[in-house]
Protein backbone atom coordinates (compact mmCIF):
# COMPACT_ATOMS: atom_id res chain seq x y z
CA UNK A 1 0.00 0.00 0.00
CA UNK A 2 1.03 3.09 -0.07
CA UNK A 3 1.67 3.34 3.43
CA UNK A 4 3.77 0.45 3.27
CA UNK A 5 5.90 2.75 1.32
CA UNK A 6 6.47 5.24 3.96
CA UNK A 7 8.98 2.16 5.59
CA UNK A 8 11.50 2.27 2.79
CA UNK A 9 11.08 6.24 1.67
CA UNK A 10 13.78 6.98 3.99
CA UNK A 11 16.74 4.95 2.34
CA UNK A 12 19.48 7.21 1.53
CA UNK A 13 20.57 5.04 -1.11
CA UNK A 14 17.47 3.38 -2.75
CA UNK A 15 19.14 2.19 -5.80
CA UNK A 16 15.77 -0.29 -7.13
CA UNK A 17 11.98 -0.67 -6.46
CA UNK A 18 9.77 -3.44 -7.29
CA UNK A 19 6.36 -3.39 -6.81
CA UNK A 20 3.98 -5.91 -8.26
CA UNK A 21 0.46 -6.45 -7.27
CA UNK A 22 -0.14 -4.48 -4.98
CA UNK A 23 -2.32 -1.16 -4.05
CA UNK A 24 0.21 1.56 -4.47
CA UNK A 25 -0.44 4.57 -6.34
CA UNK A 26 1.57 7.53 -8.10
CA UNK A 27 0.76 9.43 -4.22
CA UNK A 28 2.50 7.11 -2.45
CA UNK A 29 5.27 7.08 -4.97
CA UNK A 30 5.34 11.05 -5.10
CA UNK A 31 6.10 10.39 -0.88
CA UNK A 32 9.16 8.89 -0.86
CA UNK A 33 12.31 10.80 -0.27
CA UNK A 34 15.83 10.04 -1.57
CA UNK A 35 15.07 9.07 -5.30
CA UNK A 36 18.11 10.88 -6.45
CA UNK A 37 20.15 7.41 -6.48
CA UNK A 38 16.89 5.04 -8.21
CA UNK A 39 18.09 3.28 -11.29
CA UNK A 40 15.63 1.16 -11.91
CA UNK A 41 11.43 1.70 -11.03
CA UNK A 42 9.38 -1.82 -11.57
CA UNK A 43 5.69 -1.38 -11.23
CA UNK A 44 4.19 -4.09 -12.72
CA UNK A 45 0.21 -4.79 -11.90
CA UNK A 46 -0.50 -1.52 -9.54
CA UNK A 47 -2.24 1.74 -9.54
CA UNK A 48 0.49 3.95 -11.20
CA UNK A 49 -1.13 6.55 -13.10
CA UNK A 50 -0.02 9.85 -15.09
CA UNK A 51 0.49 11.31 -11.35
CA UNK A 52 3.62 9.19 -10.84
CA UNK A 53 5.82 12.33 -13.05
CA UNK A 54 6.43 13.88 -9.85
CA UNK A 55 8.15 11.08 -8.53
CA UNK A 56 10.07 9.96 -11.90
CA UNK A 57 11.32 13.78 -11.90
CA UNK A 58 12.79 13.40 -8.85
CA UNK A 59 14.82 10.40 -9.98
CA UNK A 60 17.36 11.77 -12.06
CA UNK A 61 19.42 8.04 -12.40
CA UNK A 62 16.75 5.83 -13.61
CA UNK A 63 18.03 3.70 -16.41
CA UNK A 64 14.81 1.07 -16.30
CA UNK A 65 11.19 2.31 -16.06
CA UNK A 66 8.73 -0.43 -16.33
CA UNK A 67 5.10 0.82 -15.56
CA UNK A 68 3.54 -2.63 -16.94
CA UNK A 69 -0.31 -3.42 -16.27
CA UNK A 70 -0.74 0.43 -14.74
CA UNK A 71 -3.15 3.76 -15.67
CA UNK A 72 -0.63 5.41 -17.24
CA UNK A 73 -1.53 6.73 -21.14
CA UNK A 74 0.59 9.12 -23.66
CA UNK A 75 0.50 12.07 -21.12
CA UNK A 76 3.33 10.43 -19.44
CA UNK A 77 5.53 10.23 -22.68
CA UNK A 78 6.92 13.92 -22.76
CA UNK A 79 7.80 13.04 -18.82
CA UNK A 80 9.76 9.99 -20.21
CA UNK A 81 11.27 11.59 -23.29
CA UNK A 82 12.80 14.19 -21.03
CA UNK A 83 14.83 11.44 -18.91
CA UNK A 84 18.24 10.88 -21.20
CA UNK A 85 19.34 8.42 -18.75
CA UNK A 86 16.50 5.94 -19.74
CA UNK A 87 18.06 2.65 -21.44
CA UNK A 88 14.58 0.35 -20.75
CA UNK A 89 11.14 1.60 -21.05
CA UNK A 90 8.46 -1.24 -20.60
CA UNK A 91 4.85 0.02 -21.13
CA UNK A 92 3.14 -3.32 -21.30
CA UNK A 93 -0.27 -3.71 -20.48
CA UNK A 94 -0.93 -0.13 -21.26
CA UNK A 95 -2.92 2.13 -23.79
CA UNK A 96 0.36 3.27 -25.22
CA UNK A 97 0.80 2.68 -29.09
CA UNK A 98 3.67 2.90 -31.27
CA UNK A 99 2.76 5.87 -32.94
CA UNK A 100 2.86 7.60 -29.77
CA UNK A 101 6.06 6.62 -28.80
CA UNK A 102 7.90 8.61 -31.37
CA UNK A 103 8.84 11.84 -29.02
CA UNK A 104 10.96 9.11 -27.21
CA UNK A 105 13.58 9.74 -29.96
CA UNK A 106 14.92 12.18 -27.80
CA UNK A 107 16.49 9.78 -25.66
CA UNK A 108 20.24 8.63 -26.71
CA UNK A 109 20.32 6.24 -24.57
CA UNK A 110 17.32 4.36 -25.06
CA UNK A 111 17.94 0.65 -26.63
CA UNK A 112 14.81 -1.31 -24.95
CA UNK A 113 10.72 0.11 -25.27
CA UNK A 114 8.81 -2.71 -24.90
CA UNK A 115 4.43 -2.46 -25.76
CA UNK A 116 1.39 -4.13 -25.71
CA UNK A 117 1.63 -6.59 -28.38
CA UNK A 118 -2.63 -5.89 -29.17
CA UNK A 119 -1.72 -2.28 -29.75
CA UNK A 120 0.55 -2.19 -32.66
CA UNK A 121 0.32 -2.97 -36.10
CA UNK A 122 3.72 -4.74 -37.48
CA UNK A 123 3.92 -1.17 -39.72
CA UNK A 124 3.66 0.97 -36.60
CA UNK A 125 6.39 -0.97 -34.85
CA UNK A 126 8.35 -0.78 -38.39
CA UNK A 127 7.84 3.00 -38.15
CA UNK A 128 8.78 3.50 -34.54
CA UNK A 129 11.75 1.46 -35.36
CA UNK A 130 12.86 3.17 -38.18
CA UNK A 131 12.85 6.24 -35.82
CA UNK A 132 14.68 5.09 -33.19
CA UNK A 133 17.07 2.99 -34.84
CA UNK A 134 19.30 2.57 -31.65
CA UNK A 135 16.42 0.98 -29.58
CA UNK A 136 14.84 -2.80 -29.89
CA UNK A 137 11.17 -2.31 -30.00
CA UNK A 138 9.61 -5.03 -28.71
CA UNK A 139 5.93 -6.21 -28.42
CA UNK A 140 4.91 -8.40 -25.46
Same mark, same amino acid.
Given at each position: ?????? /??????? &???????????? #??? %???? !????? %??? %? @????????????? @??? !? #????? @?????? /????? #??????????????????????????????? /??????? %??????????????? &?????????????
Amino acid at each position: TDQGLN /SIGSIPN &LIHLHIMSTRIT #AAG %LNRL !QNAKN %LEL %L @FAHDDRVSNDVTE @FLQ !Q #APNLH @FVALSR /SDVTT #AILPTLAEMKSLNLIGLTGTSIKPEDCHILK /SLPNLRF %LELTKESATPEEVQK &LQDAIPWCDVVLK
